[in-house]
């Protein structure tokens, strides 16, 4: 148990569906992050956000949209996906973002398996 | 040149083997370097960071050469368990104050009886 939980663990969905994924952590950490993993290619980093706001958005594309009301929560809302979204959607919490020179280790949910019809 | 670059492997290898990976870095700023393990559709789970001087633990020993801009990690004594893919993760500077943590594709390992 990493202290952080992500739901679902497993999603279905048609393109014309509008659907949620949830992370919480309990770590008391200040940022959150989330992160895509496509079969054979590298964790894409997409959103962090840091004491709630917005510091990075990895050109992701509008039809994904991050919320996080607070530095506990984070969703990723999803609607008219492509099947090419089909991936793993993984979120993750740090202490302190990355290059502050404090402790940024990252600490991952398990992650949402989501299948795109 | 990708910002880090990993062999995919597979490597197979037999229990008690040693084995290392190397993973290389673009961004001579990078200040952060981090060695990650992911068991088949579980998540990534912190191995060890990697410091200046290289650091151990236990049959884990990670080196860096900034020179040469890539970090190591040596594996003595392998154990079925040590079965996962190994991501190597550095924190890539960009034209923030913050860095963004980019991850190799991962280097599978087998350890085979």
Known sequence: ETGVTQTPRHLVMGMTNKKSLKCEQHLGHNAMYWYKQSAKKPLELMFVYNFKEQTENNSVPSRFSPECPNSSHLFLHLHTLQPEDSALYLCASSLQLPGTGRDEKLFFGSGTQLSVL | ?113
Not at chain 2, 15 to 37: H, I, K, L, M
Not at chain 2, 84 to 95: E, H, K
Request: charged share 20%; with cysteine.
């Open chain 2, 1 to 113: 040149r990708k910002e880090v670059e990993q062999d995919p492997g597979p490597f197979n290898v037999p229990e008690g083997a040693t084995v290392a990976f190397n993973c290389t870095y673009s961004n001579s700023a990078s200040q952060s370097f981090f060695w990650y393990r992911q068991d088949c559709r579980k998540e990534p789970k912190l191995l060890m960071s990697v410091y200046s001087s290289g650091n151990e633990d236990g049959r884990f020993t990670a080196q860096l050469n900034r020179a040469s801009q890539y970090i190591s990690l040596l594996i003595r004594d392998s154990k079925l368990s040590d079965s996962a893919t190994y991501l190597c993760v550095v924190n890539i500077i960009g034209g923030t104050s913050y860095g963004k943590l980019t991850f190799g594709q991962g280097t599978i390992l087998t350890v085979h009886p």
